[in-house]
Nanobody
Framework: QVDLVESGGGLVQAGGSLKLSCAASATIFDINAMGWYRQVPGNQRELVAVIAGFGSTAYADSVKGRFTIFRDSAENTVYLQMNSLRPEDTAVYYC?????????WGQGTQVTVSS
């Protein structure tokens, strides 16, 4: 059993920055992708950013140019640097790690952006 532990969420004013971290409790092999999703109550969980096994990245249009996903492969850790935050970025952010056989999720961390 592998747990993903997220940290870095909190309350920030619009225009501010936060850095989310997601660490695996054990080594995860054969990672296809690591990513961040977010969810607002009443809405579906949506992809924010993903980094593939070879390092290519993709972002939701709403966060391009403001968010950056990166990882420390040796530590099985993935990060999300969020700059120029907006009130509409308010959500619970979830870490995801996908392998050939498994799909792991973190418990979520709340990000609240005040106007």
């Amino acid at each position: 059993q592998v747990d993903l532990v997220e940290s870095g969420g909190g309350l920030v004013q619009a225009g501010g920055s936060l850095k989310l971290s997601c660490a695996a409790s054990a080594t995860i092999f054969d990672i296809n992708a690591m990513g961040w999703y977010r969810q607002v109550p009443g809405n579906q969980r949506e992809l924010v950013a993903v980094i593939a096994g070879f390092g290519s990245t993709a972002y939701a249009d709403s966060v391009k140019g403001r968010f950056t996903i990166f990882r420390d492969s040796a530590e099985n850790t993935v990060y999300l640097q969020m700059n120029s935050l907006r009130p509409e970025d308010t959500a619970v952010y979830y870490c995801n790690v996908r392998t050939r056989l498994y799909n792991y999720w973190g418990q979520g961390t709340q990000v609240t952006v005040s106007s």
